[in-house]
């Protein structure tokens, strides 16, 4: 890998994905801006993402990016393009354990449905791992609930 990206972002005027890289041999610090061409408020965010990573011109410098990176990126852009702010848009990054997943759309959910996946794989416990421990039992604590009228009435009635 000649270059290795350090930190990637987005810039909304005009849309393109700022990327800071160093090269490998020189060790120098460099800052490219690759302009999003072809993209809308419609257009579907991983084919554009794909399309970025696989172009032959920013292909060396966007191989240290991970898909999902430049997926975000791109949602944001999007996000931007539809008129929400950008606090909007990195507040859907989080996944919320309230949420009624059951409202969300399906694109929205596929969305959801991956973070939840990175966030399981990220504290998955492999055997080969040192903290791993076999056969573990946690007791969790049952919170104390509230007592409802209808609960104390008897079941002698049935």
């Known amino acids: ?11 909304f005027s005009p849309p393109s994905i700022v990327l800071i890289y160093q090269h490998a041999e020189t060790k120098k610090v460099r800052k490219r801006i690759i302009p999003v061409r072809n993209f809308s408020k419609y257009s579907d965010y991983s084919m554009a993402a ?18 999902s990176q430049l997926e975000k990126l791109h949602i944001i852009l999007r ?48 055997k080969d791992d040192p903290d791993f421990v076999y056969d573990l039992e946690v007791d969790f604590s049952k919170p104390t609930q509230e007592k409802c009228s209808w609960d104390d009435e008897s079941d002698d009635e049935f």
């Not at 399309?51 to 898909?67: A, I, M, T």
């Open 50 to 67: 794909e399309r970025l990573k696989n172009n032959p011109r920013h292909r060396d410098y966007l191989e240290g990016v991970s898909q």
């Open 79 to 126: 996000d931007h393009m539809q008129g929400f702010s950008l606090e909007h848009s990195l507040a859907s990054f989080h996944v919320d354990p309230d949420e009624d997943l059951n409202k969300l759309d399906d694109e929205e959910l596929a969305r959801k449905k991956g973070q939840m996946d990175e966030v399981f794989e990220k504290n998955r416990r492999l």
């Open 1 to 11: 890998m000649l270059f290795e990206a350090k930190r990637c972002g987005v810039q």
